[in-house]
């Protein structure tokens, strides 16, 4: 059975830091793109972030620069490092797990807040 089990987020002040993980289980991480979503109130879901099985990157423009994603594959789990947080990247965080154009998995989220 497939799962991703998004944790790290929380309420941080802007300017802040967070480094969410997304664990992966049920199938062969390494063979598969990865990327982390997130959703705001009133808003639809927007990429954030995504790394290929071989590892390369890319970003949403709104978080080039301040986010980072990386992959462990001995330890099948995804890394999205989030420095310099504002208000507006206040969402909820999914993880996804890329299958087809048309399909994948995704994570439960885990609520990112930055607020002072």
């Known amino acids: 059975q497939v799962q991703l089990v998004e944790s790290g987020g929380g309420l941080v002040q802007p300017g802040g830091s967070l480094r969410l993980s997304c664990a992966a289980s049920g199938f062969t991480f390494s063979n598969y793109r990865m990327s982390w979503y997130r959703q705001a109130p009133g808003k639809e879901r927007e990429l954030v972030a995504a790394i290929s099985s071989a590892g390369s990157t890319n970003y949403a423009d709104s978080v080039k620069g301040r986010f980072t994603i990386a992959r462990d594959n001995a330890k099948n789990t995804v890394y999205l490092q989030m420095n310099s947080l504002k208000p507006e990247d206040t969402a909820v965080y999914y993880c996804?797990?890329?299958?087809?154009?048309?399909?994948?998995?995704w994570g439960q989220g885990t609520q990112v807040t930055v607020s002072s």
């Open positions: 996804y797990r890329r299958i087809s154009t048309m399909s994948g998995s």
